[in-house]
Nanobody, 124 residues
Framework: VTLVESGGGRVLPGGSLRLSCAAS????????VGWFRQAPGKDREFVAA???????RYADSVKGRFTISRDNVKNTVYLQVHSLKLEDTAVYYC???????????????????WGQGTQVTVSS
């Protein structure tokens, strides 16, 4: 079972990126997929999640700027990020879990599989 993130990079404030999370080794369409991020010296935090039916949830800090989507045929989940801010700089991780429980979507311990992360740096 593997999750592989890609699409990170260095962008100017206000810029955009599309992050991808590709899965293999399990039935991706049966899983909830979340994106988390970890800035230097900070705890890993929830960013967004998408259910197998396409329901979505976002952290307040990214609402209106980030969009999560999934393509179950390609076994890939995307995180489109717009209007990037300096404080969005972090390593972005995707993770997968089986249950859609809104009050626990931000709990790292509820996710079964994790990727290795992709670096997003917002800098002028």
């Amino acid at each position: 079972v593997t999750l592989v993130e890609s699409g990170g990079g260095r962008v100017l404030p206000g810029g955009s990126l599309r992050l991808s999370c590709a899965a293999s080794g399990f039935r991706y369409e049966d899983y909830v997929v979340g994106w988390f991020r970890q800035a230097p010296g900070k705890d890993r935090e929830f960013v967004a999640a998408i259910s197998w039916r396409g329901f979505t949830r976002y952290a307040d800090s990214v609402k209106g700027r980030f969009t999560i989507s999934r393509d179950n045929v390609k076994n890939t989940v995307y995180l489109q990020v717009h209007s990037l801010k300096l404080e969005d700089t972090a390593v972005y991780y995707c993770a997968a879990r089986q249950s859609w429980v809104i009050r626990t979507l931000h709990w790292l311990s509820e996710y079964d599989y994790w990727g290795q992360g992709t670096q997003v740096t917002v800098s002028s």
